[in-house]
Nanobody, 119 residues
Framework: QVRLVESGGGLVQAGGSLRLSCAASGRYVMGWFRQAPGKEREFVAAISGGSGLTSYADSVKDRFTISRENAKNTVYLQMNSLKPEDTAVYYC????????????????WGHGTQVTVSS
């Protein structure tokens, strides 16, 4: 069973920054989804296992950066210029293939970490 261990959530003022981390017990396509209160879970960002291919939701492009440190099987989500609408529980996720990084085909989920952005 693959474990995904998330860290880095918290409370920040609008315009501030946070960095999320997610450590996995193997090398996978990894990334993040988020779910705000009363809303459906949505894709945020993903990064491939080897080539560093990345993908972002339009709502976070140019503000969030996903990266990975393969030696540690750890993925990071640097979140800058945070907005109140970024408030959500952020879930780390892992998939076996790039084309399977979607909510239906995700193999493993983290437990989630709360990000709260105050106005």
């Amino acid at each position: 069973q693959v474990r995904l261990v998330e860290s880095g959530g918290g409370l920040v003022q609008a315009g501030g920054s946070l960095r999320l981390s997610c450590a996995a017990s193997g090398r996978y396509v990894m990334g993040w989804f988020r779910q705000a209160p009363g809303k459906e879970r949505e894709f945020v960002a993903a990064i491939s296992g080897g080539s560093g291919l990345t993908s972002y939701a339009d709502s976070v492009k140019d503000r969030f950066t996903i990266s990975r440190e393969n030696a540690k099987n750890t993925v990071y989500l640097q979140m800058n210029s945070l907005k109140p609408e970024d408030t959500a529980v952020y879930y780390c996720a892992a998939a076996l293939q790039w084309g399977r990084f979607n909510q239906i085909d995700i193999e493993y989920w983290g437990h989630g970490t709360q990000v709260t952005v105050s106005s």
